[in-house]
Antibody
Framework: EVQLLESGGDLVQPGGSLRLSCAGFGFTFSSYAMTWVRQAPGKGLEWVSAIVASGGSTYYADSVNGRFTISRDNSKNTLYLQMHYLRAEDTAVYYC????????WGQGTLVTVSP | DIQMTQSPSSLSASVGDRVTITCRASQGIRNDLGWFQQKPGKAPKRLIYAATTLQSGVPSRFSGSRSGTEFTLTISSLQPEDFATYYCLQHNTYPFTFGPGTKVDIK
């Protein structure tokens, strides 16, 4: 059974940094691209970033490009999202998903950006 | 960026009703579209991929179709567990983009 467990969400001040993690279980992690999607409170889904299986190519939404970095450690079956220069509008539940097409999703981790 | 519009933004329906939700892409995306269901406080769940292919384990009352840049999710006979918000996702061109969602609630 595929399981994705996100962690690292927290309350952070504007301008601060945070790193999210997503551990994958029940599938061959190194064979799949991975994706981050976020959802602000009461709002819709927003695609954030994706990384190919090897880690060799990464992609970002315009809203986070230059501030967020996606990476992965296939030896640890873990996906990361390093977030810098956080803004109030980055407040959201962050989900990781298996594949580029959102095959399976984790339960999410909450990031709150507030003074 | 490719824009996805979705209609309606919400609808009220009864159990047993046929429900249709539409997403339109601002440019051609071939069949590179998925449909997702999200219930309150839960993670999204994929229903359809490649525009028309049913995800394993998803009931056959769900179906997807495509006409050009217009994509449709149909629920043939709405069940109580289907009341949720539905999103489309284009994964043809980066950055990928979701539609704004359609909330289906009980009439």
């Amino acid at each position: 059974e595929v399981q994705l467990l996100e962690s690292g969400g927290d309350l952070v001040q504007p301008g601060g940094s945070l790193r999210l993690s997503c551990a994958g279980f029940g599938f061959t992690f190194s064979s799949y691209a991975m994706t981050w999607v976020r959802q602000a409170p009461g709002k819709g889904l927003e695609w954030v970033s994706a990384i190919v299986a090897s880690g060799g190519s990464t992609y970002y939404a315009d809203s986070v490009n230059g501030r967020f970095t996606i990476s992965r450690d296939n030896s640890k079956n873990t996906l990361y999202l390093q977030m810098h220069y956080l803004r109030a509008e980055d407040t959201a539940v962050y989900y990781c998903a298996m594949g580029l097409w959102g095959d399976y999703w984790g339960q999410g981790t909450l990031v709150t950006v507030s003074p | 960026d490719i824009q996805m519009t979705q209609s309606p933004s919400s609808l009220s329906a009864s159990v047993g009703d046929r429900v249709t939700i539409t997403c339109r892409a601002s440019q051609g995306i071939r069949n590179d579209l998925g449909w997702f269901q999200q219930k309150p406080g839960k993670a999204p769940k994929r229903l359809i991929y490649a525009a028309t292919t049913l995800q394993s384990g998803v009931p056959s009352r769900f179906s997807g179709s495509r006409s050009g840049t217009e994509f449709t999710l149909t629920i043939s006979s709405l069940q109580p567990e289907d009341f949720a918000t539905y999103y489309c996702l284009q994964h043809n061109t980066y950055p990928f983009t979701f539609g704004p969602g359609t909330k289906v609630d009980i009439k």
